[in-house]
């Protein structure tokens, strides 16, 4: 009789175990796939940006030219950035180097806003603006993933198994600057 009880709580534990492990895999796939979601969003802007550079740059004086330059590196830097995120899933210092490439391209459109020519500056404040406004809705769905999966994995005794797993919080993406107006 012994013998069945443990039987039946070591298949119960069992059970319990591959039920969490399942939950929590399937929540940290929705956090990385959230994450395509953004990581799309921000590719799709950085290529159309890319290509307003590349046709300015065609028809720029010399001056304005290394401005350009400075834009194009400065989303060259990005992109390379978001390729590290991907192939890293979700590393933390991935993660914050592409916060500080982004931080540092829209410096750098300030900075070239200062000096670039009247026909240029509504293009580059186009920009600007359409990534300022729709970065944070792009990331509202990537956060709300990564607030159920971090509540996931500091339940107890998901916990436990979490910890077993080597399962790392997921993190929120916070900017210095003027994109994340929602960011506590």
Same mark, same amino acid.
């Given at each position: 009789?012994?013998?069945?009880?443990?039987?039946?709580?070591?298949?119960?534990?069992?059970?319990?175990?591959?039920?969490?492990?399942?939950?929590?895999?399937?929540?940290?796939?929705?956090?990385?796939?959230?994450?395509?979601?953004?990581?799309?969003?921000?590719?799709?802007?950085?290529?159309?940006?890319?290509?307003?550079?590349?046709?300015?740059?065609?028809?720029?004086?010399?001056?304005?030219?290394?401005?350009?330059?400075?834009?194009?590196?400065?989303?060259?830097?990005?992109?390379?950035?978001?390729? &590290?995120?991907?192939?890293?899933? %979700?590393?933390?210092?991935?993660?914050?180097? !592409?916060? /500080?490439?982004?931080? $540092? *391209?829209? +410096?750098?459109?300030?900075?070239?806003?200062?000096?670039?020519? &009247?026909?240029?500056?509504?293009? %580059?404040?186009?920009?600007?603006?359409?990534? !300022?406004? /729709?970065?944070?809705? $792009? *990331?509202? +769905?990537?956060?709300?993933?990564?607030?159920?999966?971090?509540?996931?994995?500091?339940?107890?005794?998901?916990?436990?198994?979490?910890?077993?797993?080597?399962?790392?919080?997921?993190?929120? *993406?916070?900017?210095?600057?003027?994109?994340?107006?929602?960011?506590?």
């Amino acid at each position: 009789m012994a013998w069945l009880i443990v039987g039946l709580l070591l298949a119960l534990f069992m059970f319990w175990t591959l039920g969490a492990h399942n939950r929590l895999v399937r929540l940290r796939g929705e956090v990385t796939h959230q994450w395509g979601t953004v990581d799309v969003f921000w590719l799709k802007w950085l290529m159309r940006f890319q290509g307003a550079i590349s046709a300015r740059q065609i028809l720029a004086w010399a001056s304005e030219a290394q401005d350009l330059q400075a834009l194009q590196e400065a989303s060259d830097a990005l992109v390379e950035a978001l390729a &590290d995120a991907r192939s890293q899933s %979700l590393n933390e210092v991935a993660l914050q180097k !592409v916060v /500080g490439q982004h931080e $540092a *391209l829209l +410096s750098s459109i300030d900075r070239v806003m200062l000096t670039a020519p &009247d026909t240029v500056k509504p293009d %580059l404040l186009s920009a600007q603006n359409k990534i !300022v406004q /729709g970065l944070p809705i $792009a *990331l509202s +769905s990537y956060h709300l993933a990564c607030d159920a999966y971090n509540q996931a994995i500091n339940q107890s005794p998901a916990r436990w198994l979490a910890r077993r797993l080597g399962l790392r919080p997921a993190l929120h *993406l916070r900017f210095n600057g003027r994109t994340v107006p929602w960011a506590t």
